[in-house]
């Protein structure tokens, strides 16, 4: 991952010890290269964990040709080589998918953002136009915090970015708490704080001097197409699909790997990664010391399934404890979700020897493997029914589907 932040200031131009302060906070993000663009109203940062282009070419903030077009990125564009080889007339400086996009928005302007295909958070600065353009992937995986006032706008990929300018002082949104002890997250754009806000995810934003704020949304899920081929036919276009999307994303200039944790999403994961690595794929997991919550023996065997280069670490209740604090620090704003634990060791236990991991997540909400989607699907059964039968109906059937889940999960986690 990158970092990126900056300060689009409407009436006077930016401080550039705004910026440095927000790249200080964005250093754990991006330990590789550091760059900073003030010039006239805006101010850009940028912090660089280099997976493509690992070079000084491949540098942010990165300009075009002329130089009046600024970026900031941090992601990563998969299919970033397919669209470089349909645009043309151009002197290329750099292997890196910036480039890419900084091209593509030149071509098509805030169209390119449907083009991508990838996980990304992205501010682009046009001078010509007076206008700062941001992105953010379809689904959200890469953070981006905003803040806007009558006479500035910040943006970061952490809410501490923000917060470094002293000009900023934090407010708690008791909306946003209230949302955080319902699910235990706060929904976007509410973020924890009164006067920040996160840009939706497949949703774009345009900033103008004047200080006003367009928004797009260029991207959202729908169902309305349905499939009508068989359940064979569905199984292997699926296959198919997993397979280049696994593909794509082996496309690294530095050391690559997989988390494995012996559950069907990450072991198809790693399969398909065994199918296109000419050499053993470095796998990571991470157990407990309590029997009922331990998978390392599912992992295992995929890892002997596979002939992967396994690697493996056991955590204590202790220690997990202990890493609390810099997970608070490292999200900026409420989340309950108790995966971040084992996700932070596994993290730094593949860092010593990778940089890029590919990981099973979303395969739960992508294939509705949790447990509430069923729990979901049986009370919508209750629909039909008249209202002296369903509420007594609907009671009984939720406190029996809630005491089933709990009983599953205090018997084990669900694996990714």
Known sequence: MCGIGGLFSFDSRPDPSVVEAMNDCLCHRGPDMEGVYVDGP???AHRRLSILDTSAAGRQPMHSADGTVQIV???????????????????????????VILHLYEEYGQDCVSMLRGMFAFAIWDESRGKLFLGRDRLGQKPLFYRHTDNSFWFGSTIDSILSDNAVTPEPDPQAIRSYLTYQYVPSPRTGFKTIRQLEPGTTMIVDTDGSITTDRYWSLSFSEQETASPTELARQLRRRLQKATQLRTRSDVPLGAFLSGGIDSSAVVGMLSEVSDEPVNTYAIGFDVDRFDELEYARLVADEFGTDHTEYTIDADTMLESITDLVDHYGMPFGDTSALPTYYVSKLASEDITVALTGDAGDENFAGYLRYGIDRRLSQLAHLPNPVLTPGYVLLTQFLHRTARRKLLGGHGRL
């Open 42 to 44: 805006i101010a850009l």
């Open 73 to 99: 990125f941090n992601g990563e564009i998969y299919n970033y080589q397919e669209l470089r080889e349909n645009l043309t007339g151009y002197r290329w400086q750099s292997n890196s998918d910036t480039e």
